[in-house]
């Protein structure tokens, strides 16, 4: 490519800024989440760290112009240590007025809004419900307007490739991001390479994208500026040494899976039935197959988890996903996994219920589901990545147990984490250690119920193996014969035997350590899952500020770390922020006597850090 | 399937598991289970690389007898297992063994689906038009107006045949045998293994506890005058004597019985058994007394690539191991620090 515009304005003094936070708003149908995701990765060229925050609604198209079909993508990029997708926007980009009158109270004060008055229009207006034009009345005295006519000036740019108006009208969101990335020296050639990919059936399309975004960016070094759109610079993030890539929840777990797998020397059964915000995992994975990945569509989230189940029964590892109503409808085959103790891995990214809820809003609501949401004494591991990049490593983890202890494990992500990109220090997976599945192949005194003295795990056996032919099942299986047993003796036995080998799990897992602080304070500060970056930063800042608070985060859910009760007693006071009514919370208070309290959010949306750090405060005053 | 093998000297024996069978005396599975051992021991595939599914139900405790690779699962669910267990490991027989509740009713929905797929696996749909582990429930095969502890006054729904069901969802192999019927069963069951795909095979089964005698017309001693045995490329004939066939009624797009004693009636207007023949086959399974006899035998065989097949096709058996995943988690954009 040649042609692209300089990206920095050379005659313009550009504000230095340790971090920013990005707001970009519009139609379910303007491009957003594919504008925040270009954006982030020319961000992520550019050296900052970063997290982002797709944000989007139930509805794929919902009528134009409304509210509730605002879609917004943020993004928290900087200098230092980048934790969270931020708590406010200094930006905020509206590409109509809903998208205006849905971010606005975000927004902080003195914050800049950059908006497309050519959607301004009064039928505009009203749908949004304003009675008056919000850039036109004093309504927003306290924030930096800047009113650009995009959906005019993209028009003009895109005339002379020859599309029509419509498919003109769409280049709109790359005629922004064009602007914003002027605004803040990102290079937009990768984007312009990324179109000439994307579009390269249909050319005169890619050529109009990339005109709208070359025009969006000279539109700021050209005299049409505005004297008020503020230019920034903010300088690379102090990285560790490495190569990095920017990274989803959903690609790191498709990863850390097929890692996994192949570091068991197994063969990666995926099934899974269409579910937001699960199905991206089903659609990363459908194309690893020549990773020794084969995946599955199945008919219903039952038969999904059937199937993964059938697939280890087979000798392959099984995986299933879904989000909370489809784990529902899963639990009566997990807990036939659990019976007949076979590995099996059910991925949960969690969503605000209960029922169908907000399906495209996060929530940490199924921890009891996952705990303890089967018939019977049914326990079996829950494992939760803290980040998106974390999904890799819990992936791999999670193969491990589930083949070594012979177990279904249940890993809890959450739409937040599945969605967020963030940049990850690529590991070298040629150095991770293998951990091969072992099958029993030896007839000699073979008892499907035999169980290894060090994990209690039941011996694999794969169908096809000669001399050990035999018969597994829900009905209760006699102590190492696995013949169908009623004796009330023998079922104390077995259920006793599946609870201990799920709770010695604990002694083989690495201790839990605090994250950030000391062993003994006045307050622990303990979370998991995607609520990482938020309760980390507010610690952090508690911490400067002179308090002697610990922040403490839970990967291993259930068995719970085995030091964990030690680490808690080193603590005045304990808080559990959880993005639910308290789930966690009861488990410690269950498990420890401990006198925990929580601090709740069910909002469909992360912990801001300043809620957490709020919350702290208010723990120490009482 | 089509897992053959050269070890020609397999028994019946070889297929019995130590396990004491648990159904009633006198239950029809007691049949079932000896034709399905024949059968096996016929196929000739050694036991470990045979597996039987099931669900739920008084069929569903099958595996535990079979010595061979068994996996008795959840209520309805079997084809579901049955087709991760063949995409895992493809190299096995697996059958699928369950009741009409358990397959109709609760998992019709992956009964449909297994089908439709066409999945290398063969279903054995016990048909006793009852639930019998439960105690006597109509089920959704039973007749309309069957007394029942949950329809004291007759169940009101219209039930659906299994065969015919199996041919509606699209099911490439559908054959009906009945549990005494020695002869035509492990005939049967040997087909349903020969057929690449997903194979059908209904099985009257009679329960005497609790629905007994419900086939007495098609089933027991006496009954050769209603029971039809379909052959590939042979006229449809039947009866003691032989004196009576099948022809179509062009009016009525219809089956009807004639005797070919009747003047004008010659063995040129019987139809011809045509496997391939999906309306015929349609025809055939939902005819029965009075209207007509029972059909048994392959009722349809038109076979096409399984689901399974075409997956390991495009699978390519995992080309790439753990060296390339340092390449896969670097593909795209990635930058040094």
Known sequence: MSGHPSPIAPNKDRENLESVVVRFAGDSGDGIQLTGGRFTDETALAGNDLVTFPDFPAEIRAPIGTTYGVSAFQIQFGSDSIQTAGDAPDVLVCMNPAALKVNIADLKIGGVIISDVGTFTDKNIEKAGYKNNPLEDASLKDYRTINIDISKLTLESVKETGVNKRDGQRCKNMWTLGLVSWMYERDIIRTVNWLEVKFNKQSDIAAANIAALKAGHAFGETAELPSSLPVFAVSPAKFPKGEYRTVTGTSALAWGLTAGCNLAELKLFFASYPITPASPLLHTLASLKEYNVTTFQAEDEIAAACAAIGASYGGALGVTSSSGPGIALKTEAIGLAIAAELPLLVVNAQRAGPSTGMPTKTEQSDLYLAVYGRNADSPMVVLAPRSSSDCFDVGMQAVQIATKFMTPVMILTDTFLVNAAEPWLLPDVDKIEAFPAQFRTDPNNFMPFARDEETGARPWVRPGTPGLTHRLGGLERGANTGNVSNDPDNHQKMTLARRNKILGIADKIPLQEIDLGDSEGDLAVVGWGSTYGSINQAVLSIREQGYKVSHIHVRNIWPLPSNLKDLLSGFKKILVPELNTGQLLTIIRAEYLANARGLNKVAGKPFRISEVEHAIKQCLDK | ?337
């Not at chain 2, 196929?43 to 079979?66: D, H, L, N, Q, W």
């Not at chain 2, 397959?103 to 019998?132: A, C, K, P, Q, W």
């Not at chain 2, 496997?275 to 349809?300: C, D, H, Q, S, W």
Request: some cysteine; charged content about 20%; aromatic content about 8%.
């Open chain 2, 1 to 337: 399937m089509n897992n053959q093998t050269s070890k020609a000297e397999l028994t019946i024996q070889d297929f019995t598991s130590d396990q004491e069978i648990r159904w009633c005396p006198g239950c029809g599975d007691y049949a079932i289970v000896k034709g399905v051992r024949k059968a096996l021991a016929e196929i000739g595939t050694p036991p470990e690389k045979v597996v039987f599914v099931s669900g739920i139900g008084c069929a569903a405790r099958f595996p535990y007898y079979m010595e061979t690779y068994g996996f008795h699962t959840i209520h309805g669910r079997a084809p579901s297992f049955a087709t991760g267990i063949k995409l895992a490991n493809p190299d096995l027989d697996v059958w699928v063994v369950g009741g009409d509740g358990d397959m109709l009713s609760i998992g019709g929905n992956h009964t449909f689906h297994v089908m439709r797929r066409n999945v290398d696996v063969n279903i054995l749909l016990f048909n006793n038009e009852i639930y019998g582990l439960t105690k006597g429930q109509y089920s959704p095969t039973s007749k309309i107006g069957t007394r029942s502890p949950s329809t004291p006054d007759g169940s009101l729904d219209y039930p659906v045949d299994p065969a015919l069901f199996a041919l509606g969802v699209g099911g490439k192999f559908v054959a009906r045998a009945y549990d005494i019927g020695q002869k035509i069963l492990p005939e049967v069951l040997k087909r349903a293994h020969s057929n690449n795909g997903a194979s059908f095979v209904e099985i009257l089964q009679n329960c005497h506890v609790y629905n007994d005698g419900v086939f007495e017309q098609v089933r027991d001693k006496g009954s050769i005058e209603n029971q039809l045995f379909c052959e590939q490329g042979k006229p449809l004939i039947f009866g003691k004597d032989r004196d009576k066939g099948i022809r179509l009624n062009r009016e009525k797009l219809s089956l009807e019985v004639v005797s070919l004693q009747d003047p004008g009636v010659t063995e040129a207007d019987i139809l011809i058994h045509e496997e391939t023949n999906n309306i015929l086959a349609k025809l055939l399974a939902e005819m029965r007394p009075p209207n007509g006899p029972m059909a048994f035998g392959v009722l349809y065989a038109d076979p096409v690539q399984s689901y399974d097949s075409a997956v390991q096709e495009k699978v390519g058996h995992g080309t790439k191991g753990i060296c390339d995943l340092n390449s896969l988690i670097r593909k795209g954009h990635t930058w040094s620090v």
